[in-house]
C-alpha cells in the first residue's frame, strides 16, 4: 500500500526512507559473460557456493548460443551446490536472439526447471503466465512496462544499467515485481549478431575455433590514441572500466531498489560479493567499499558510475557519503 | 549618387593587389553589408521555416569563410530578425560563433544552394567545418529543408529572374576565383 | 500470404523538402518524426513541426502516398508525457500508422487510439516470432520491421510463420549493433537513440584539423577515426570507429559502410515481404531523391519479373562501401 509524498507527513517520510535503507537487501551475482574452460567455471562456482554472500547466482549462457555444450554437463553440479548452499540458482538466458539455432537455444532453457530470467522478449513470451525474472537486457525505461511484464509473470526485474537513480526510484515506486540494480562490473554496452572476437583474429562466427575463450575479462579496444575504452565479448560489447555503484548503494536503496547485481569479472568475486554484503549490512561505509574493490580490482581498469547519475556512462561522480 | 561613387571607390581599392588583405576585407565588408542586410530580409520572408530549424541552437550564429575572399559572411539566426553581415577575416572573432564554414566560394555557394548533399562535401573534404558540429548540421538541415534550386532563391521566387541572377553570381564568383588564382600564383 | 497486395516503398522523409523529394521519386509511404525526443533520429534542424506534419500528411495523402511517424523511442520514467503527446497526435493528424518500440507507448497507443496502425520498429529489438507475436497480441500491430541482421535464409523461414506484415531495410547506413539495445552513443554522451533519441549527437561531435593535415572525428573527448590528408571524413559513429587491439588498428566492430540488399531483392520477394525500407531521415534531398529513384526501379524492374539492376550508388552510401550486411551469412 503505498501513499504519495504528499499526503505524508515529514516524520512518516523519514521514517519509510529508514525502513527502505535497512530493509533486507538482496545480493545476486550475474551472468558469466566470459568464455571461461568449464572446469575452471564449475570450480569458480563450488567456490561461491561455499564461501560467497550471494544468494542468488545466475548460471546459463547469455552471450552465445554456440558455446553452451562446454559447461553444460555440469550445470547440474553447479546448481546442486548452489541449493545445498542455501543459494538460489537463476537460468539467465540468451540477450540477443537471432535465427532458428538461438531460439531452440532460448526455448530449452525456458523448459528448465527452477527460475528463469528472460533477457529478450522472446523468452518473455516463452514464459507468460509462470513466475519469472527478467535481465537488465530488456528494456524497461518506464513504469508502465514493469507493470505489463509484470502482468505477464515477473516477479524480479533487474533494471537496464543506462538508468539515472531518478528513473530507477520511479520505477521501482510502481512496480509490483522487485527491483535488482546492477552495481558492478564490465557494464554491457551493445551486441551484435556479429561476432567480434572472431573478427578481432580476422575470422567469422562459423568459423570462430572459440576465440573468446582467450580473454578471460573480455578482450580490450582502445581508440587510435592510445585511450582504453571498451571491450569485447564475442558479440557483445562492454565497457573497459569497471561499474562500481559502492557510493551510491544507499541512494538507490532509498529509491526502491531491493537487490544489487554484480558482474563476475577476472578478480576475487567471492571478496567483492563480500565486500558488497557488508556495504548492505552496514557493517562498513562506503569510502571504505570503495577503497577494499580499488585493491581487489586491477590497476588498469578505472571505475565509473555515469549513467546513475544522468552523466554518460563513462563519467566518475565522486560521491560524498550518502 | 554619392554613395554609388564611394561604393565604387571602395571596391576598386579593394581589388588593387598591393592594399593589405585586412584592408581589402574591411572595404569589401563594408560594399557588401548593405546587400547583404536586404537579402536576409527577402530570405526570411521568402524562407521563414529557415531561420526557424537554426533557433534551437545555444548560439545561432554561424560564419561562412571563403578561400579566395578576405571576408566572412555571418549568419545570425534570430527568428524575428535574422542578419547577414560581412566582417574582414581579420575582424573574424571565433569564439562568438557557434560554427566556422571553411571552403572554395564556389563549393560555399554549393553548400548554400542546397542542391549538392552537405554531408557529401564535408567528407569529401571540400569544405572544413569548426567549431559546433551541432550548429553546422542544422544549419544544413535548415537549407537543405529550404528547398533552394539555386542561390538566387535565397531572395527571388523561382523563374527567369532568379535564373539571370544566379548567372550573374556564377559569373561574378567565376571572376573572383581566377583573380584569387591569378593572385596566388605570383 | 499472397503478394496479391502490392509491396510498398518507404522512404525517409527527415525535412518537408525531402518528403516531397521522396513523394516525387516514387515512394509509397514516407516515414518521419516529430522535432523532440520521441524519435531515434533526434538531430538539430531536423523533422517536423505539429503544424508541418498536417500539412506533410495533407501533400502525401493527396499524391497517394502513406505516411508514418516514427515514436521508436522509449519513453523516461516520470515523464511519459511527450510520447503520449506524440501518439495522440499522430492520432489525431491522421498519420497511416505510427512506428513503435517501446512498450509503454504501445500500450498507450493500444488502449487510448485502438485505431491507429502500429508498426514495430527495429527499435523494439524483435526478431522472433514469439517477439513478434508478445506485441501482436498484446497491442494489435499490424507491421514488424526487420533488422538487417537475419539472412536471407532466415527471413524466407520466419515471414510465413509471422502473424503481421513484414518490413525489411534495403538501403541505407548499417547498425552493426542490435537497435534498440544500444548504449555506446549514451556511454560517452549521455544520449543513446533510448535516452535522447539521437546516436553520436552532434553537439558532442568535434572535427580536429591537424598541423599535418590530417582530420581527427571525436565523440566526446575520445578520437573515433583519423583521416588522412585527402581521405575522405567520417562521422564518429562509435560502431563504426578505428580501434587499436592487440597492437593493430582496424574497424574492429564495422566499417563505415551501406546495406544495398538489391541483389536480394528478388528472393526477399519470394519470402514474403510487404514493404521495403530505406534509411535515412539524416540525410539530405540529394540522398532521398538518388536512392528513392533508385530503389524505384529496382523494386518496379524485380516485380516485374525482371533482375533488379544494381544502380550507382555508391557515392551516396556511407564511406562509399556498399554491402549486403547481415542478409549475407558471411557478414556475421
Known amino acids: 500500500m503505498k501513499r504519495s509524498a504528499a499526503t505524508t507527513r515529514p516524520g512518516t517520510r523519514a521514517r519509510r526512507r529508514q525502513t527502505l535503507e535497512t530493509a533486507a537487501a538482496g545480493l545476486t551475482l550475474g551472468p558469466l559473460l566470459h568464455n571461461w574452460p568449464a572446469e575452471k567455471r564449475r570450480d569458480f562456482y563450488f567456490r561461491i557456493a561455499d564461501e560467497s554472500p550471494f544468494d542468488a547466482v545466475c548460471l546459463g549462457e547469455v552471450v552465445c548460443s554456440k558455446r553452451a555444450h562446454q559447461f553444460d554437463p555440469h550445470l547440474g553440479e553447479v546448481a546442486e551446490r548452489l541449493r545445498r548452499a542455501g543459494k538460489t540458482a537463476v537460468h539467465s538466458s540468451l540477450a540477443l536472439v537471432t535465427g532458428a539455432r538461438d531460439m531452440e537455444f532460448v526455448r530449452s532453457a525456458a523448459a528448465r526447471e527452477g527460475t528463469i530470467e528472460a533477457n529478450d522478449l522472446a523468452a518473455v513470451e516463452l514464459l507468460r503466465g509462470r513466475p519469472h525474472h527478467v535481465g537488465p537486457y530488456v528494456n524497461v525505461y518506464g513504469e508502465d512496462t514493469v507493470k505489463l511484464l509484470s502482468r505477464l509473470g515477473a516477479t524480479r526485474i533487474c533494471l537496464p544499467i543506462e538508468l539515472s537513480a531518478e528513473a530507477v526510484a520511479a520505477i521501482a515506486k510502481a512496480s509490483p515485481a522487485e527491483i535488482e540494480v546492477v552495481v558492478f562490473g564490465r557494464i554491457p554496452l551493445a551486441m551484435s549478431v556479429r561476432c567480434f572476437h572472431a573478427r578481432s583474429r580476422g575470422r567469422r562466427k562459423d568459423t570462430c575455433r572459440f576465440v573468446c575463450g582467450e580473454d578471460a575479462d573480455g578482450l580490450p579496444i582502445g581508440t587510435v590514441e592510445g585511450e582504453k575504452f571498451l571491450a569485447i ?25 531491493r537487490r544489487f547485481r554484480v558482474l563476475p569479472q577476472a578478480a576475487d568475486m567471492v571478496a567483492i560479493g563480500s565486500t558488497f554484503r557488508r ?21 588498469a581498469v578505472g571505475f565509473i558510475n555515469g549513467f546513475v547519475h544522468g552523466q554518460p556512462g563513462e563519467a566518475w561522480i565522486q560521491v560524498r557519503a550518502a | 549618387m554619392a554613395r554609388a561613387i564611394g561604393l565604387t571607390r571602395a571596391v576598386g581599392a579593394a581589388a588593387r593587389r598591393d592594399t593589405a588583405p585586412m584592408v581589402r576585407g574591411r572595404l569589401l565588408a563594408l560594399a557588401l553589408s548593405p546587400g547583404l542586410a536586404v537579402l536576409a530580409r527577402l530570405a526570411h520572408r521568402r524562407h521563414p521555416g529557415l531561420f526557424e530549424r ?44 557557434a560554427a566556422v564554414i571553411r571552403g572554395p566560394l564556389r563549393v560555399l555557394a554549393q553548400l548554400a544552394d542546397g542542391r549538392v548533399d552537405g554531408d557529401a562535401l564535408f567528407f569529401s573534404r571540400r569544405i572544413v567545418v569548426e567549431g559546433s558540429t551541432e550548429a553546422a548540421v542544422a544549419l544544413r538541415n535548415a537549407l537543405d529543408n529550404a528547398g533552394l534550386g539555386g542561390l538566387a532563391e535565397l531572395a527571388l521566387p523561382p523563374g527567369r529572374a532568379a535564373k539571370l541572377v544566379g548567372r550573374a553570381l556564377r559569373l561574378g564568383g567565376g571572376l573572383i576565383e581566377r583573380l584569387h588564382a591569378r593572385r596566388n600564383r605570383r | ?35 523532440d525526443r ?21 501533400h502525401a495523402h493527396g499524391s497517394g502516398v502513406k505516411l508514418f511517424i516514427a515514436v521508436n523511442t522509449f519513453a523516461a520514467a516520470e515523464d511519459p508525457g511527450p510520447w503520449r ?28 487510439h485502438p485505431e491507429l496502425r502500429l508498426h514495430l520498429s527495429v527499435q523494439a529489438s524483435a526478431s522472433t516470432l514469439e517477439a513478434i507475436s508478445l506485441f501482436r497480441r498484446e497491442f494489435n500491430i499490424q507491421r514488424v520491421i526487420l533488422p538487417r541482421t537475419l539472412t536471407v535464409a532466415e527471413l524466407a523461414r520466419l515471414i510465413p510463420r509471422t502473424p503481421v506484415e513484414v518490413e525489411v531495410f534495403l538501403f541505407g547506413a548499417m547498425g ?33 584539423q591537424k598541423p599535418d593535415g590530417s582530420l581527427v572525428s571525436r565523440l566526446g573527448r575520445h578520437a573515433i577515426s583519423i583521416a588522412k590528408p585527402g581521405e575522405a571524413a567520417g562521422y564518429p559513429t562509435l560502431c563504426r570507429g578505428c580501434y587499436r587491439t592487440n597492437g593493430r588498428s582496424f574497424y574492429a566492430l564495422e566499417e563505415p559502410t551501406s546495406l544495398n540488399a538489391v541483389s536480394a531483392i528478388p528472393a526477399l520477394l519470394a ?7 530505406i534509411e535515412g531521415r539524416q540525410r539530405g534531398r540529394a540522398y532521398v531523391g538518388e536512392v528513392v529513384a533508385a530503389m524505384r526501379k529496382a523494386l518496379d524492374a524485380a516485380m516485374a519479373g525482371k533482375a533488379p539492376q544494381t544502380l550507382a550508388t555508391k557515392h551516396v552510401a556511407e564511406g562509399h562501401h556498399e554491402t549486403l550486411g547481415g542478409y549475407d551469412k558471411a557478414w556475421h
Open chain 3, 176 to 208: 552493426v549493433m542490435a537497435e534498440g539495445r544500444c548504449a555506446l552513443s549514451s556511454y560517452v554522451t549521455g544520449i543513446s537513440p533510448n535516452l535522447g533519441g539521437a546516436c553520436s549527437p552532434a553537439e558532442h561531435v568535434r572535427y580536429e
Open chain 1, 279 to 299: 556495504l548492505l549490512d552496514g557493517a562498513i561505509d562506503a569510502k571504505e567499499a570503495q577503497a577494499r574493490l580499488r585493491t581487489l580490482t586491477p590497476r
Open chain 3, 38 to 58: 520521441t524519435n531515434a533520429r533526434n538531430f538539430p534542424g531536423l523533422n517536423f513541426s505539429r503544424e508541418e506534419m498536417k500539412r506533410a500528411i495533407d
Open chain 3, 271 to 277: 519470402a514474403g515481404v510487404r514493404a521495403f525500407k
Open chain 2, 54 to 97: 537554426l533557433t534551437g541552437l545555444e548560439r545561432p550564429v554561424l560564419a561562412l569563410v571563403p578561400d579566395e575572399l578576405p571576408l566572412a559572411i555571418l549568419l545570425r539566426a534570430d527568428p524575428r530578425r535574422p542578419v547577414l553581415e560581412a566582417v574582414a577575416k581579420a575582424d573574424l572573432d571565433t569564439r562568438r560563433v
Open chain 3, 85 to 112: 503527446q506524440a501518439i495522440d497526435d499522430a492520432a489525431r493528424l491522421g498519420a497511416d500508422a505510427a512506428i513503435v518500440a517501446d512498450i509503454a507507448v504501445a500500450d498507450y497507443a493500444a488502449r487510448n
Open chain 1, 233 to 257: 565479448a564475442g558479440c557483445q560489447v562492454l565497457s573497459h572500466a569497471y561499474l562500481n555503484l559502492a557510493g551510491e548503494v544507499a541512494r538507490l536503496r532509498r529509491a526502491g531498489a
Open chain 3, 1 to 35: 500470404m499472397s503478394r496479391a497486395a502490392a509491396t510498398e516503398l518507404i522512404c525517409p522523409a527527415g525535412t518537408p523538402a525531402a518528403l516531397r523529394t521522396a513523394i516525387d521519386a516514387g515512394a509509397d509511404a514516407v516515414y518521419t518524426g516529430f522535432r
